[in-house]
């Protein structure tokens, strides 16, 4: 049951602050950016947000620090959106996801285009009259 009240929470605090972000924060750091999901701690204190930079003309580690410091508002605005007695202390982190399975993909393709360069060149092997003297 407190799950399901916690994903909920969090569902909500997703919508909120990508709303709010969106419309609201003035910081230029900030920009666009894409909330990719929420984590509520289980005695709902903390909230982690993770975020991806869209089209980001700051790193994304400038991005955080601009999150970080409009932070106070946010919290203050989830709380009064939700009617929450005590919104939880927001803490931004980046979400990498993307940029870690672009990685992994890029290996694969790199180990099955070696893989078949190798076939073919055996293949080769196996055609070539001299394969038949050994």
Request: proline share 4%; net charge neutral; glycine share 8%.
């Amino acid at each position: 049951m407190a799950e399901a009240r916690t994903r909920r929470i969090e569902a909500q605090i997703h919508r909120v602050l990508s709303e709010v972000i969106a419309r609201e924060v003035k910081d230029p750091r900030v920009g666009n950016v894409t909330i990719t999901g929420v984590s509520l701690a289980p005695d709902m204190g903390v909230a982690r947000v993770f975020f991806t930079p869209f089209a980001a003309r700051h790193p994304s580690e400038e991005v955080r620090v601009g999150l970080t410091h409009a932070g106070g508002f946010l919290r203050g605005e989830v709380g009064r959106r939700l009617g929450l007695r005590h919104a939880p202390r927001l803490e931004f982190l980046v979400d990498d996801t993307a940029d870690r399975a672009a990685r992994l993909t890029g290996l694969i393709d790199r180990a099955v285009t070696g893989d078949r360069a190798s076939h073919a060149a055996g293949d080769l092997a196996a055609d070539s009259p001299d394969a038949d003297e050994s």
